[in-house]
């Protein structure tokens, strides 16, 4: 079964400064993706950047990079540059194929408990 | 480019009565899945649509259901409604379906049973 664990339920941080997330998973299919999401108050859902499990380097989007060490099974996502508007919900997520009891398989997107961040000026 | 529209954004019912959410997913966008967020549990996969077809379907019983148009609109019921439906109601589309690419979210209905 696919899992995703956020230890971090809040983290704070002052503005301009760089910010880890920490981000861990378990899945017994090779080909995966993870990704991050932001929730803010008004609760939509916005994606932030996506690492495939078989992408060579870390990927990174603008201020957001995802530190990706498969050995360890984690995917940390670095927002560098904090700003105030960054203070929200943070989501990792991990999609992937689980089989099916009757047979078969699904791909299957299974999120974290997410962790909120507060960003302080 | 319209994003992910969800219809009613806020509703209040009461125990036993049924509710129906409305999704319209990103122009072109055939696969439209719904999540269910609450504190306690997070964000848990309901079901997903490809093309007018349940695809996947996650452990929620049978008094939650859904269906997808013609157009990709897709909606979702839930039954004798109890008071832990009380959730955001969360409906993302996609080009290729949950996993296999990015997945655009709407702001979700934000459900309240008494």
């Known amino acids: 079964a696919q899992k995703i664990t956020q230890t971090q339920p809040g983290m704070f941080v002052q503005e301009k400064e760089a910010v880890t997330l920490d981000c861990t998973y378990d899945?017994?299919?090779?080909?995966?993706?993870l990704f991050w999401y932001k929730q803010p108050s008004s609760g939509e859902m916005i994606f932030l950047i996506y690492?495939?499990?078989?992408?060579?380097q870390n990927a990174t989007e603008g201020r957001y990079s995802l530190n990706f060490q498969k050995a360890r099974k984690s995917a940390n996502l670095v927002i560098s540059a904090s700003q105030l508007g960054d203070s929200a919900m943070y989501f990792c997520?991990?999609?992937?194929?689980?089989?099916?009891?009757?047979?078969?398989?699904?791909?299957?997107?299974?999120f974290g408990k997410g962790t909120l961040l507060t960003v302080n000026p | 480019k319209a994003g992910v529209t969800q219809t009613p954004r806020y509703l209040i019912k009461t125990r036993g009565q049924q509710v129906t959410l409305s999704c319209s997913p990103i122009?072109?966008?055939?696969?439209v899945s719904w999540y269910q967020q609450t504190p306690g549990q997070g964000l848990q996969f309901l079901f997903e649509?490809?093309?007018?077809?349940?695809?996947n379907k996650g452990n929620f019983p049978g008094r939650f259901s859904g269906r997808q148009f013609s157009n990709s609109r897709s909606e979702m019921n839930v039954s004798t409604l109890e008071l832990g439906d009380s959730a955001l109601y969360l409906c993302?589309?996609?080009?290729?379906?949950?996993?296999?690419?990015?997945?655009?979210f709407g702001e979700g209905s934000r459900l309240t049973v008494l």
């Open positions: 122009s072109g966008h055939r696969s």
């Open positions: 690492q495939g499990s078989y992408d060579q």
């Open positions: 649509y490809f093309s007018e077809t349940q695809r």
């Open positions: 997520a991990m999609s992937g194929r689980e089989t099916k009891d009757s047979g078969g398989s699904n791909y299957k997107l299974t």
């Open positions: 993302a589309s996609s080009l290729t379906g949950t996993g296999l690419g990015e997945l655009f």
């Open positions: 899945t017994s299919d090779p080909s995966y993706g």
